[in-house]
């Protein structure tokens, strides 16, 4: 059924399709919509969940670990500093295998504070285990919400879904809601391998010696080399239902493009717009617009970057000493491989300021002008 959702509430309506069972949160701008809609939910009885309320993001974290230990679902939401204070936790919640979701709403770090957009908070938990997909507007979001816990229980590993705050978070879209039998049919009731049970007690994240901590890390990488093959199954699974499908990441116009603009999350709106003006203009643009970061789709970079001279990634972060994070392993994606187009990086919209059409034109216009990147990252837009 269609109805007029804010992108946060189409992430709680996904929970609910999902039939969460243990939610735990602590509100921060602005992610904190998302909690508030399922308090309500479990508060009227839509959901038969627990929401725990705790006095910090460490602690509801740890709640969530705790409970997804037990062997129910779970759920929780943050952004910016509310993420980096669970960062120690977030290695704990791959390493024990827990089929966590978590909504991340990417929001700036401080100071100065700023509750606008950036990705660098997300971004800077990317060596944690945790499986990180990027959504562009409200449809997406519920969707990739409720294939996030379908996935995250064939690999056993967790999911963040990331969305921009206020471009998404905050901006009212029609979004199509499944009915709940066909949510059902599409994500069946959890079942885990291993879970405390007070019937067949058993040690759970104990302590692992030399004899075996590496293996046990070895197996983090295995599952995550198996996350593109599961993604794209869910993805079929739900699109014979759903009738949608996204993909790891999306190609628009890559066939014969000189230059592709590669950029995450809303502003590949404004940025699809952009190439469709060059396109009337004869020039042979592209848009590459990433969805999974982690683990990073370097074949599928490989494939579209085909015959292009020239790639200008747009990032939205920044990590200091070294540029754009987007820019650093979509070159390192495409240092061993045969061809090797030149890979420009550009910084903008840090903070929340907008990605204009004009902004990513004077990219285009500076890649095209360009032999060979001059700088290691072109920030644009700065105030003078």
């Known amino acids: 059924m269609k109805e007029v959702l804010e992108g946060s509430h189409a992430v709680s309506e996904a929970v609910r399709l999902a039939r969460v069972q243990v939610m735990s949160s602590y509100p921060i701008t602005p992610q904190t919509h998302i909690m508030e809609a399922l308090s309500e939910y479990c508060a009227d009885r839509r959901m038969n969940a627990r929401f725990i309320c705790v006095e910090s993001e460490h602690s509801a974290m740890a709640a969530v670990i705790g409970a997804s230990s037990t062997g129910v679902r779970t759920f929780t939401a943050t952004s910016s500093h509310g993420l980096a204070l669970m960062h120690e936790l977030l290695h704990w919640a791959s390493a024990a295998r827990l089929p966590i979701v978590m909504a991340e709403v990417n929001r700036a770090l401080g100071p100065g504070w700023n509750i606008w957009m950036d990705q660098t908070d997300s971004l ?46 905050h901006t009212y879209e029609p979004v199509d809601v499944p009915e709940q039998e066909d949510a059902d049919r599409f994500l069946p009731s959890f079942s885990p391998r291993f879970q405390i049970d007070t019937q067949n007690p058993c040690a759970i994240s104990q302590m692992a010696p030399p004899a075996y901590y590496m293996e046990m890390r070895h197996g983090i990488q295995m599952a995550m080399e198996q996350v593109a093959d599961r993604f794209e199954k869910t993805e079929a699974e739900f699109q014979a239902i759903f009738g949608r499908k996204y993909g790891r990441a999306e190609a628009v116009q890559c066939e014969d493009a000189e230059i592709i603009m590669v950029i995450v999350g809303t502003a590949a709106g404004t940025c699809r717009q952009v190439i469709a003006d060059l396109r009337a203009q004869g020039e042979k643009a592209g848009l590459l617009r990433l969805k999974m970061f982690r683990p990073f789709p370097t074949d599928l970079i490989r494939d579209i970057s085909g015959k292009a001279e020239k790639i200008a990634v747009i990032d939205r972060n920044c990590s ?31 903070g929340g300021r907008d990605i204009t059409t004009e902004i990513l034109e004077e990219i285009y216009r500076m890649t095209r002008a360009a032999a060979a990147p001059e700088n290691e990252s072109v920030w644009v837009g700065l105030r003078n």
Do not use: K
């Not at 990317?126 to 507007?137: F, H, M, N, S, V």
């Not at 987007?326 to 240092?335: G, H, K, S, T, V």
């Open 124 to 169: 800077s938990q990317r060596d944690t285990g945790w499986i990180q997909l990027y959504c562009a507007d409200a449809q997406e979001a519920l969707d990739t919400t409720l294939q996030a816990f379908r996935l995250a229980e064939m690999v056993n590993l967790p999911v963040m879904v990331v969305l921009d705050a206020f471009f998404l978070s």
């Open 320 to 350: 200091f000493g070294a540029g754009g994070i987007f820019a650093q392993e979509i070159r390192a994606a495409l240092c061993n491989h045969d061809r090797h187009p030149h890979v420009f990086s550009y910084i903008a919209g840090l």
